[in-house]
């Protein structure tokens, strides 16, 4: 039961905008888009959430499509410290009505950023 | 301020041994999740706690119990570990567990069963 669908893995020259997409063509008027990374197996790492509106913070920049169907999550200037899976996560919520939601983590993008 | 701690960080069983895996937070959070990580593959949750005092299934429970011991401390335990156990355990915590929380997760521990 995929929620998101993204590519398997993408490369960047360091200094470049990585543009990582996202297809969440199921989700619902309620449901927010998560954005994780896990650097080499390490506890994956919050990076940005939205649910409509486009959203910026001091790690990335979070592009929503007006129909919410799907996002792309932008790192500016890469680094290859930002090497690692990212994960595009809707989150659920756990019963109907619940606000409480869980992350549903799928396979993510593997970003290699080259020098 | 140490965030979300786990031990062991490593640890490998013999087929039927049992064991327990501890997570503890600081940050004063009401909601704890364990997951787990197979090669190649996202995590899945095995158990959450909204609120000290309750505990829920999620995904992936069988085979697996847990304990939340207070605010601070959400442990899983093992009772007959089995070679489809072996994975890469997170422990995560979160402010409330609503739809706009954020969480935070544990380092990891690499469980490997013989």
Not at chain 2, 24 to 35: G, K, R, T
Not at chain 2, 50 to 57: H, P, R, Y
Not at chain 2, 77 to 104: H, I, K, M, N
């Amino acid at each position: 039961d995929a929620k998101t669908t993204q590519p398997p893995s993408m490369d960047c020259a360091e200094g470049r905008a990585a543009n990582l997409p996202c297809n969440h063509s199921t989700i619902s008027g309620n449901e927010y888009v998560y954005w994780y990374r896990q650097i080499h197996s390490q506890g994956p790492q919050y990076i940005i959430h939205g649910l409509k509106n486009n959203e910026t913070n001091e790690m990335a920049s979070l592009i929503i499509t007006e129909d919410r169907k799907s996002s792309t999550l932008i790192l500016p200037h890469a680094t290859l410290r930002d090497t690692a899976v990212y994960y595009c996560i809707v989150r659920v919520a756990f019963d109907r009505g619940s606000t409480l939601g869980r992350l549903y983590f799928g396979r993510g993008t593997q970003l290699t950023v080259w020098p | 301020n140490a965030g979300v701690t786990q031990t062991p960080k490593f640890q490998v069983l013999k087929t039927g041994q049992s064991m327990t895996l501890q997570c503890a937070q600081d940050m004063n959070h009401n909601s704890m999740y364990w997951y787990r990580q197979d090669p190649g593959m996202g995590l899945r949750l095995i158990y959450y706690s909204a609120s000290e005092g309750t505990t829920d299934k999620g995904e992936v429970p069988n085979g697996y119990n847990v304990s939340r011991l207070n605010k601070r401390e959400f442990s899983l335990r093992l009772e007959s570990a089995a070679p489809s156990q072996t994975s890469v355990y997170f422990c995560a915590s979160s402010a409330d567990g609503f739809s706009t929380d954020t969480q935070y997760f544990g380092p990891g521990t690499r469980l490997t069963v013989l």
